[in-house]
C-alpha cells in the first residue's frame, strides 16, 4: 500500500470466504430415486425388535410365564359334557338313596350322610384348587411387574411389585433376613433397576441354592435308578415320576403350592418352555461338554446312559424353575446344564450353598 492510495484499511473474515467456498461446490439435498436403495421393514428392524427375539438371539431365554387360557370350543364341550354328567350321576344317586329308604331307613339314612359328606368334600377340593390357580396365577403377575419395573424407571412401579414379592414369600423362612434388609433399605434405593436387582439378591438367592439342591439330587436319582434299572419301561416310569415330584416341589418352594389341575397346567407349561428353550440348552453343554469332552466314552454303557437321563431330568429342573421362580433372572445367574454335570460324574463335587 502506498500512501497515494486512496482505500482504507479493512476487515476480512477469512473463515467465512472459506466456509462459502466450501457450501459453493457442495451439493444440495435431494430425494433417493435409487432402485438399489431398499428401506428395511420394521419386522426386520433390529431396533424395533421386541425384548424376547433379542434375548432368543443372545442365547437367553425369554421370561417364562404360564399361558393364559381363554375359550374354545374343546373347552365348551368338555363343560357340555359334564353338566350332563353331573346330572347322570346326581339322577342315579338319587335313585340309590330311595331305594335304601324303601328297604331299609337305617340305609337310606346312612347313604344319605354319605352323600352329603362327599359333596362337602367335593366343595372344598375345588374351592383348594381354585385357590392355588390363582395363586400360580398371581406369581406370574408379579414376574411381569418385575420385569417391567427392572426394564424401566419408575420407582414407585417398583417398590410396589417389590413388596408384592416380600408379601408372597413371607411364609419362607429362608428369606426373613433379606426381607428385613429390603424394609430397611426400601426408601434408600431410588433406582428401579437398583430396587429389583436388590430384592432378587436378597431374597430369591437363598431360595434359588434350594432349588439347585432340588434339581442335583433329582438328578442323581435318576442316573443311578436308571443306570442299574433292567428294564427300559421302568426307567422311563420313574423318570416321569421324578420330573412331576420336581416340578410340584419347584412350585412349592417358590410359593406356588399347586393342587391337582394346577400341576397339570403346570406340567404342560414346563414342557412347553422346555422346547421354547431347547436349542439354548443343547449348545449350553450337552453336546459339547458330555460328547465334545469325550466323558461318556470314559464311562460303561448304562452309567452313561444314567448320566444322560440325569441331565435331561435337570433340564425339566431348570425349566420349572424359569416358570416357577416369581421373578425373572437379573442379577443372579441362571443355572444351565453345564452347573450339574460335575455333580452327576465322578470327581470333585461342588458346595451347593454357594449360588
Same mark, same amino acid.
Given at each position: 500500500?502506498?500512501?497515494?492510495?486512496?482505500? !482504507?484499511?479493512?476487515?476480512?473474515?477469512?473463515?467465512?470466504?472459506?466456509?462459502?467456498?466450501?457450501?459453493?461446490?457442495? /451439493?444440495?439435498?435431494?430425494?433417493? *430415486? *435409487?432402485?438399489?436403495?431398499?428401506?428395511?421393514?420394521?419386522?426386520?428392524?433390529?431396533?424395533?425388535?421386541?425384548?424376547?427375539?433379542? +434375548?432368543?438371539?443372545?442365547?437367553?431365554?425369554?421370561?417364562?410365564?404360564? !399361558?393364559?387360557?381363554?375359550?374354545?370350543?374343546?373347552?365348551? +364341550?368338555?363343560?357340555?359334557?359334564? &353338566?350332563?354328567?353331573?346330572?347322570?350321576?346326581?339322577?342315579?344317586?338319587?335313585?340309590?338313596? /330311595?331305594?335304601?329308604?324303601? #328297604?331299609?331307613?337305617?340305609?337310606?339314612?346312612?347313604?344319605?350322610?354319605?352323600? &352329603?359328606?362327599?359333596?362337602?368334600?367335593?366343595?372344598?377340593?375345588?374351592?383348594?384348587?381354585?385357590?392355588?390357580?390363582? @395363586?400360580?396365577?398371581?406369581?406370574?403377575?408379579?414376574?411381569?411387574?418385575?420385569?417391567? $419395573?427392572?426394564?424401566? /424407571?419408575?420407582?414407585?412401579a417398583a417398590r410396589k411389585a417389590v413388596g408384592e414379592?416380600?408379601?408372597?414369600?413371607?411364609?419362607?423362612?429362608?428369606?426373613?433376613?433379606?426381607?428385613? @434388609?429390603?424394609?430397611?433399605?426400601?426408601?434408600?434405593?431410588?433406582?428401579?433397576?437398583?430396587?429389583?436387582?436388590?430384592?432378587?439378591?436378597?431374597?430369591?438367592?437363598?431360595?434359588?441354592?434350594?432349588? #439347585?439342591?432340588?434339581?442335583?439330587?433329582?438328578?442323581? #436319582?435318576?442316573?443311578?435308578?436308571?443306570?442299574?434299572?433292567?428294564? $427300559?419301561?421302568? *426307567?422311563?416310569?420313574?423318570?416321569?415320576?421324578?420330573?412331576?415330584?420336581?416340578?410340584?416341589?419347584? +412350585?412349592?418352594?417358590?410359593?406356588?403350592?399347586?393342587?391337582?389341575?394346577?400341576?397339570?397346567?403346570?406340567?404342560?407349561?414346563?414342557?412347553?418352555?422346555? +422346547?421354547?428353550?431347547?436349542?439354548?440348552?443343547?449348545?449350553?453343554?450337552?453336546?459339547?461338554?458330555?460328547?465334545?469332552?469325550?466323558?461318556?466314552?470314559?464311562?460303561?454303557? #448304562?452309567?452313561?446312559?444314567?448320566?444322560?437321563?440325569?441331565?435331561?431330568?435337570?433340564?425339566?429342573?431348570?425349566?420349572?424353575?424359569?416358570?416357577?421362580?416369581?421373578?425373572?433372572?437379573?442379577?443372579?445367574?441362571?443355572?444351565?446344564?453345564?452347573?450339574?454335570?460335575?455333580?452327576?460324574?465322578?470327581?470333585?463335587?461342588? *458346595?451347593?450353598? !454357594?449360588?
Amino acid at each position: 500500500m502506498t500512501p497515494n492510495d486512496p482505500r !482504507k484499511p479493512a476487515v476480512f473474515d477469512i473463515e467465512e470466504e472459506e466456509r462459502e467456498a466450501n457450501n459453493a461446490g457442495r /451439493r444440495r439435498p435431494r430425494h433417493f *430415486d *435409487d432402485p438399489d436403495v431398499r428401506m428395511t421393514p420394521d419386522e426386520e428392524d433390529p431396533f424395533l425388535r421386541d425384548a424376547e427375539t433379542i +434375548a432368543a438371539e443372545a442365547g437367553e431365554p425369554p421370561v417364562a410365564t404360564m !399361558k393364559k387360557r381363554g375359550f374354545s370350543f374343546s373347552k365348551l +364341550a368338555a363343560a357340555a359334557f359334564g &353338566i350332563v354328567l353331573s346330572l347322570a350321576i346326581g339322577l342315579w344317586i338319587d335313585d340309590l338313596v /330311595r331305594s335304601l329308604f324303601a #328297604r331299609a331307613p337305617w340305609l337310606g339314612w346312612l347313604a344319605l350322610g354319605a352323600v &352329603i359328606v362327599g359333596v362337602l368334600a367335593a366343595i372344598v377340593v375345588a374351592a383348594r384348587e381354585a385357590i392355588a390357580i390363582l @395363586r400360580l396365577g398371581a406369581i406370574q403377575t408379579i414376574k411381569l411387574r418385575l420385569a417391567e $419395573a427392572h426394564a424401566g /424407571r419408575d420407582a414407585e412401579a417398583a417398590r410396589k411389585a417389590v413388596g408384592e414379592l416380600a408379601t408372597l414369600v413371607a411364609g419362607k423362612a429362608e428369606t426373613a433376613r433379606g426381607r428385613k @434388609r429390603l424394609g430397611e433399605l426400601d426408601e434408600t434405593i431410588v433406582d428401579a433397576p437398583q430396587l429389583v436387582e436388590f430384592a432378587e439378591r436378597e431374597m430369591m438367592a437363598p431360595l434359588d441354592i434350594k432349588a #439347585r439342591a432340588l434339581i442335583l439330587n433329582a438328578s442323581k #436319582r435318576v442316573s443311578v435308578v436308571t443306570a442299574i434299572s433292567p428294564r $427300559a419301561a421302568v *426307567d422311563i416310569l420313574y423318570v416321569f415320576y421324578e420330573s412331576i415330584r420336581l416340578i410340584r416341589n419347584m +412350585a412349592e418352594l417358590y410359593g406356588g403350592r399347586p393342587g391337582s389341575i394346577g400341576l397339570f397346567r403346570l406340567i404342560r407349561d414346563v414342557l412347553a418352555h422346555l +422346547a421354547v428353550t431347547g436349542s439354548i440348552a443343547v449348545g449350553d453343554s450337552l453336546v459339547q461338554q458330555v460328547l465334545g469332552h469325550g466323558l461318556a466314552s470314559k464311562l460303561s454303557a #448304562r452309567f452313561g446312559e444314567g448320566m444322560i437321563n440325569g441331565l435331561m431330568t435337570a433340564r425339566i429342573g431348570i425349566a420349572a424353575m424359569d416358570l416357577c421362580r416369581p421373578m425373572p433372572f437379573t442379577a443372579l445367574k441362571r443355572p444351565g446344564i453345564g452347573d450339574f454335570i460335575n455333580d452327576l460324574g465322578p470327581g470333585e463335587k461342588r *458346595d451347593l450353598s !454357594k449360588p
